[in-house]
């Protein structure tokens, strides 16, 4: 199971349902596509699997940021492909800043509620009960409506009381 989520509104914005032999990050160019071209994406952000040159084709094309920090043995790639200068000047600011800095500065920490929403996703749907695949995926699309709905009545704001 692979979800577009949006950060700024929680919801789910793309689902793809694979077996478990597909990996997560050819599956980024896939969940994009669900997004309708007319709406703007300003960032994209992953873990280090999907600091890959197909989705950084794939993010630049939509003209947005990508918040991907570089592997830990990364090398420059050539400039020229779409999206490699962005990701070579990623490469640059994490050895300049540190790894912990560039998570700072790129807001790259924010992608820690959309790993919370995910947690949610897993909880409701974590025990699908059709047996085939096709129901299987209309199950799961389901439960994307359920949470959706859920955060669309709101969500709860913390304050600390000191």
């Known amino acids: 199971m692979?979800?577009?989520?949006d950060a700024e509104t929680m919801a789910i914005r793309a689902i793809e349902i694979t077996d478990n032999s597909v990996g997560d990050a050819p599956m980024l160019p896939e969940l994009?596509?669900?997004i309708p071209v007319s709406e703007t994406i300003c960032a994209v952000s992953g873990d280090g699997a999907?600091?890959?040159k197909g989705c950084h084709t794939a993010i630049a094309a939509r003209g947005a940021a990508a918040v991907i920090p570089t592997r830990k043995n990364a090398q420059y790639w050539k400039e020229n492909m779409t999206g490699a200068k962005a990701r070579n000047e990623t490469l640059r600011a994490?050895?300049?800043?540190?790894?912990?800095?560039w998570k700072?500065?790129?807001g790259y920490h924010l992608r820690s509620l959309v790993e919370t929403k995910m947690r949610c996703f897993k909880l409701l749907g974590e025990r699908v009960m059709a047996r085939e695949f096709d129901r299987?995926?209309?199950e799961l699309q389901v439960c994307v409506a359920i949470l959706n709905r859920f955060t669309?009545?709101?969500t709860?704001?913390?304050?600390r009381v000191i």
Do not use: E, N
């Open 32 to 34: 994009l596509k669900q």
């Open 2 to 5: 692979h979800l577009g989520i």
């Open 152 to 154: 669309r009545l709101g």
């Open 156 to 159: 709860p704001d913390t304050i």
């Open 136 to 138: 299987q995926v209309a």
């Open 50 to 52: 999907y600091d890959t």
């Open 104 to 106: 700072k500065w790129s």
């Open 94 to 101: 994490t050895r300049y800043l540190g790894r912990t800095l």
